[in-house]
């Protein structure tokens, strides 16, 4: 150990020489205009997860609209179409992407990799509440007259500024102004966290020694700071052709009889710049999922994560891939038809490296010891989930399937399956994981027992049988079935059934929620390393880890992050700060 | 286990157990029944496992490994495949030349079965098989090139598998036949119109900038092609069996997709440009229009119907119908009389 | 899209060629290291500040990449009208250049430690940078009074939005600007402590001007650009 004193005096990046010189001073400070990650960690996470919580009860209030046509009177079609607008983009946006990357992006990204903080701390406050703002102008447009936009969450032009769309009063601005808000937010935060992989790894800590979770966070940040411009540029233009009658996307239209005085534009160029962004979004929710998983299995199945190289070559490869695949959503939409071949091809290539993590997900089990805890089960249900919706997703990548099949339920099934149930799953399961080192102490099992199992089962039972309310042909984005004569009517039947389990399902969060409180008081004390896991954030000397993390020194990296039941160890695991034995192989 | 838990687990069990007696009891029909049923059976089982381990503790025999779980898993993965049979809800028998299509989705339907099914019973074993258990330790195993190259090119055959056909089958959707008949289907926000070729098989050109009271589909008047076009709104679309089609589609507003389930094609509609699709019908009857691109409040009442009928029939009733320069010559507008009367008009949209 | 695609492929090119270098088909498993003896942490060796600012110009590279994409995606379509140039571009142009030329000499000046020099480089860097944005005024002015709104033709709705987007990047560029100039002013010869933010401006200076070079080039000289793009993708 005193070797190690002496390396660190080599550091290339100087240490400030007075830790305690980081540290806030007033409450204000250090709990709500925090610098700390992890403070902002929580922050990010708390918004989301209460703003994520609006958009479910808009999906209960749009299930029993479905489910029970003309029982709920104050739900008309105006309504229902501001509900699924207002859910989608919560959920996507300001749920997903936020609670990934500002939540758990902030905690892990610092503490996996032995930093002491994020290299631009002010601009990461700065993100935050930015975020904040984004969400409460979204909050907003409830309360405007005309209410939130009800355009759909693509958003397409021209029916999204017309008169025949709710929402164009005032909710389709604040829409707009509020993604605005949120990609200047993101970009701060974002920009943070790929510099803090690239430059503030601790000694040692080389590229393929970072878990899988700093792979997928770190890909998905990526993505999202090239991919968010595009919807920055369609939200500005978008609003232009709102607020001044540019025609960016507005050909000459007759609405209600009038000849407007749009004329020129091109709705399909938004639809190529939503997408543009709108696929990257789709990995950049379901990276980091992938890397959480990940790292989940392995700790839990006391194994190492199998094919480690390969699941980093993966992460790489969808990354880059996601960025050509974008118009598999406009297979219908009446662009060139030879796009189609190029689209169909490349979206079904990205299913091989896809496939090759689930087999190692699979695998890493293979001969494991499986503790079946609360996380473990989580992760279970992530790899059923996402398999399903991944292999559904290979119907609708395929150019000529998805043209029956688009835009009916089917669609609605597989991305719900695909980015809906399972990043949410891998969410519960990583705060089951981490709850212990972010507040000391451990999230009740019973409690979790049961959220997980409603929760998984009830969703497979949600979604799995509306796939084929799709392949029957059952439009999308309709309040009501009305009058079909290929409907039979046993449908309405399972629209109920979908609509009870979901508010079952929806009921069990409740569950969860009440165990986040109740565990932080009455939870069992977790200790530091509860679940005997190797990555760095479960070596700081407190739990929870103070501001810097890392007391005096930062901590040293001599391994990989998968030394589980290796031959020969005393444990079943070696944390990353444990050096090798004098003499063994470098 | 803990006594705790097995409360809390075993009241999970009940509560679950009553949802499936509701549910089966609900409608007391088809699918309902069965998974009320399913969910019912499986919740008395649960109860039942936890009483035998009470009662196993109790007389000091060793704790079984957990098998719920795996078998939960299997149960997952076996009832998708049991309800993708039995599920009374499938595609609309087919009524145009695109079959292939179906054909694409079953092969698709099979490979990604079988994926499915194969890789959730294999996890299904593990959690079995690799349960904790107290002694045991885990297998050192960073990796298997082999193993991976494999399952590499297997991924890989099945994607081939799954996009050959799609694409041979997408080379003729994109291919108009060359004898392929021309109709255009306008879409505004809620209705569809029709317009035929007439006489000269041609369509004349159309600006939406010429859109009238008198002109509802912004017809070029200065057209010659577009002189013996037939307009038609408020009346079912008719179209003759066993005849390619090239269905061109336009918009007037906002976006609109032409989706008829039986025909399996569909395509948006855009204004600004004309978009298409080629499509033969290959039986005779009625068939719903629906819209499928959320195009405002009245998305979902935008309706229409498609009447497929033998050419003779198609023809006589084309005959009767009036130009586009007769009307703008001055004729009534008659286009929602036809020949088997008022039915049509009371189907016409909610505008 | 072929733009946004383009200039993504550069920076995918960079990732690949900055990954392979990262020794990514190593084992991890087998290189534990024994104490004291670690394989480099392989950071990379810039300052956090430059880093940062290069990943913020690949997000704005990648805005007006896109930007540049919907315009010529919208070019090509039958109705297209380009619009007239005008000369108080090329005079903006040149101003933009000075400007940048200002912020190069700083960076020499700073440098070789002389803070003065420095000083007076970021001051006409920073005034000609006004004198730019007053001039696109200007522009905007002539434009509207030719009656060039920006609801009248996606060219001139274009031309205003992606100006404006540019425009609002160097003013930014201005606050960082101003705060450095201040600094260095007080900086009293010791040039150590502000040399990186000087090359940072400096840096964001040069984007700016080659985005400006490409924008107008594409903006003003679309029928051209246009040709250009025939030969380059055939289409």
């Avoid at chain 2, 498609?306 to 130009?323: H, I």
């Avoid at chain 3, 560029?173 to 040039?191: E, I, K, P, Q, W």
């Amino acid at each position: 150990m005193v070797d190690v004193t002496r390396e660190f005096q080599d550091i290339e990046r100087a240490e400030p020489e007075d830790v305690e010189l980081y540290h806030p001073h007033s409450w204000i400070t250090k709990y709500v205009f925090s610098q700390d990650a992890k403070v902002i960690a929580i922050q990010y996470s708390v918004t989301a997860m209460a703003i994520g919580m609006v958009a479910l009860v808009l999906s209960w209030l749009m299930r029993l609209q479905l489910g029970f046509p003309g029982y709920f009177t104050f739900i008309d079609p105006a309504t229902y179409y501001q509900f699924i607008t207002m859910h989608g983009m919560i959920m996507v946006i300001y749920l997903l992407t936020a609670l990934f990357l500002g939540g758990f992006g902030n905690y892990l990204i610092p503490l996996m990799l032995g930093a002491r903080d994020m290299v631009f701390p002010y601009l990461n406050m700065l993100s935050y509440w930015i975020y904040l703002l984004a969400v409460l102008v979204l909050v907003a447009s409830f309360f405007t007259p005309g209410g939130p936009t009800g355009a759909g969450w693509t958003l397409y032009p021209p029916q999204v500024i017309l008169s025949g769309t709710p929402g164009q009063e005032s909710g389709v601005f604040l829409m707009l102004v509020s993604l605005v808000l949120f990609i200047v937010g993101f970009t701060m935060g974002g920009l943070n966290y790929v510099v803090t992989v690239l430059q503030a790894r601790t000694r040692g800590m080389t590229l393929m020694r970072m878990p899988l979770t700093i792979w997928g966070i770190f890909t998905a940040t990526v993505l999202a700071l090239l991919a968010f411009p595009a919807l920055f540029v369609a939200c500005i233009m978008l609003l232009l052709d709102r607020a001044l009658g540019t025609s960016f996307f507005m050909p000459t239209l007759v609405e209600m009889g009038q000849t407007l005085s749009y004329g020129g534009g091109s709705p399909i160029l938004f639809q190529h710049l939503f997408w543009f962004f709108g696929h990257p979004e789709v990995y950049i929710v379901a990276l980091p999922a992938f890397g959480i998983v990940s790292d989940l299995i392995s700790t839990h199945a006391r194994k190492n994560i199998f094919g480690y190289r390969m699941m980093v070559w993966a992460i790489v490869a969808i990354g880059g891939l996601s960025f050509i695949v974008w118009a598999h959503h406009m297979y219908v939409s009446g662009m060139h038809p030879m796009f189609g071949f190029f689209f169909a091809t490349t979206t079904l290539i990205i299913a091989v490296p896809t496939a090759i993590k689930v087999y190692n997900w699979v695998l890493t089990l293979w001969r494991g010891d499986i503790h079946l805890t609360v996380p473990m089960l989580f992760a279970i249900g992530f790899i059923i989930t996402f398999l399903n919706g991944g292999l559904t997703g290979l119907f609708l990548g395929n150019v000529v399937v998805d043209v029956p099949l688009s835009d009916t339920m089917f669609v609605v099934a597989h991305f719900h399956m695909v980015m809906g149930v399972a990043p949410i799953l891998a969410i519960f399961g990583a705060i089951y994981h981490w709850y212990p080192k972010i507040t000391g102490r451990m999230l009740d099992e019973a409690m979790g027992q049961i959220h997980f199992w409603v929760t998984f089962l009830g969703a497979y039972a949600i979604f799995f049988p509306m796939h084929y309310l799709g392949l029957m042909g059952v439009p999308r984005r309709y309040h009501e079935l009305g009058e079909m004569a290929f409907v039979p009517p046993s449908a309405e039947e399972l629209n109920a059934f979908i609509t009870v389990v979901a508010l079952i399902v929806g009921f069990a969060q409740l569950v969860f929620l009440f165990n986040l409180v109740w565990s932080l008081f009455r939870g069992r004390e977790a200790g530091g390393n509860p679940w005997r896991a190797t990555t760095l954030e479960w070596q700081t000397p407190t739990t929870p880890p103070p501001h810097g993390n890392w007391g005096k020194e930062l901590p040293v990296v001599y391994r990989w992050a998968y030394d589980y039941s290796v031959p020969g160890a005393a444990e079943d695991f070696v944390p990353q700060n444990q050096p090798a034995p004098a003499g063994a192989a470098e | 286990m803990s006594q705790d838990r097995r409360w809390l687990l075993g009241g999970l069990a009940v509560v679950f157990g009553f949802v499936g007696l509701f549910l089966a009891s609900r409608a007391g029909h088809g699918i309902f029944y069965w998974i009320g049923l399913i969910v019912f059976l499986a919740a008395v089982g649960t109860i039942f496992g936890f009483v035998r381990a009470a009662f196993d503790e109790a007389e000091g025999k060793a704790q079984t490994p957990q098998h719920l779980v795996p078998l939960t898993m299997l149960a997952v993965a076996v009832g998708s495949v049991v309800f993708h049979f039995l599920s009374p809800w499938w595609w609309s028998p087919i009524a145009s030349n695109w079959g292939y299509i179906d054909q694409t989705i079953i092969i698709t339907f099979w490979i990604t079965g079988v994926a499915f099914t194969a890789i959730v019973v294999f996890l299904a074993y593990c959690l079995y098989r690799f349960g904790h258990q107290a002694g045991r330790r885990a297998a050192y195993e960073p990796e298997s090139r082999r193993l991976e190259f494999w399952l590499t090119m297997g991924t890989a055959a099945g994607v081939v598998a799954m996009l050959a056909p799609g694409l041979i089958v997408w080379s003729q959707f994109v291919t108009v036949p060359e004898e392929a008949a021309e109709i255009e289907i306008v879409g505004q926000q809620w209705q569809w119109s029709f317009r035929y070729p007439g006489e000269d098989g041609r369509l004349g050109r159309s600006d939406t900038r010429l859109v009238s009271n008198d002109n509802p589909l912004g017809l070029d008047p200065n057209d010659p092609n577009g002189a013996d076009d037939v307009v038609v709104q408020n009346v079912d679309l008719r179209l003759p069996v066993d005849r390619p089609l090239k269905v061109l589609l336009r918009s007037l507003d906002v976006l609109h997709d032409f989706y008829v389930p039986e025909f399996r094609a569909k395509m948006d509609m855009i204004p600004g440009t004309v978009t298409y699709f080629w499509v033969e019908p290959t039986r005779t009857g009625t068939f719903d229009i629906l819209c499928a691109e959320l195009c405002g409040v009245g998305h979902a009442y935008m309706r229409g119907r498609v009447e497929v009928m033998e050419e003779s029939q198609y023809q006589a009733w084309l005959q009767q119908q009036p130009t586009f320069a007769a009307l703008a010559n001055g004729y009534a507008r008659v286009t929602s009389r036809s020949p088997d009367g008022g039915e049509a008009s009371a189907r016409s949209s909610v505008r | 899209m072929t733009v946004i695609i383009a200039f993504l492929t550069v920076l995918g090119a960079v990732a690949v060629w900055w990954l392979s270098r990262q020794r990514l088909a190593a084992k991890p498993w087998l290189e534990a290291s024994p104490a004291g003896s670690f394989p480099d942490r392989e950071a990379v060796a810039w300052p956090a500040a430059k880093l940062g600012l290069c990943m913020f110009l690949a997000v704005a590279g990648s805005l007006f990449a896109v930007l540049i994409s919907a315009y010529s995606l919208r070019m090509r379509a039958a109705d297209w009208s380009s619009l007239p140039g005008t000369g108080l571009l090329w005079i903006n142009t040149w101003l933009l250049v000075l400007s940048s030329l200002a912020l190069q000499w700083a960076v020499v000046a700073v440098q070789r430690r002389d803070t003065t020099r420095a000083a007076a480089g970021l001051g006409v860097g920073g005034v000609s940078a006004l004198l730019f944005l007053g001039g696109q005024l200007l522009v905007w002015r002539q434009l509207n009074a030719g009656g060039f709104y920006a609801e009248s033709h996606p060219a001139s709705a274009f031309f205003y939005l992606i100006t404006a987007i540019h425009g609002l990047h160097l003013a930014g560029g201005m606050l960082a600007l101003g705060r450095v100039g201040a600094r260095v002013s007080m900086a009293d010869g010791d040039a150590e402590n502000v040399r990186l933010s000087v090359e940072l401006c400096a840096l964001y200076w040069h984007f700016l001007l080659v985005v400006w070079l490409l924008v107008c080039g594409i903006l003003v000289l679309g029928p051209w650009a246009e040709w250009l793009y025939a030969i380059c993708f055939g289409t």
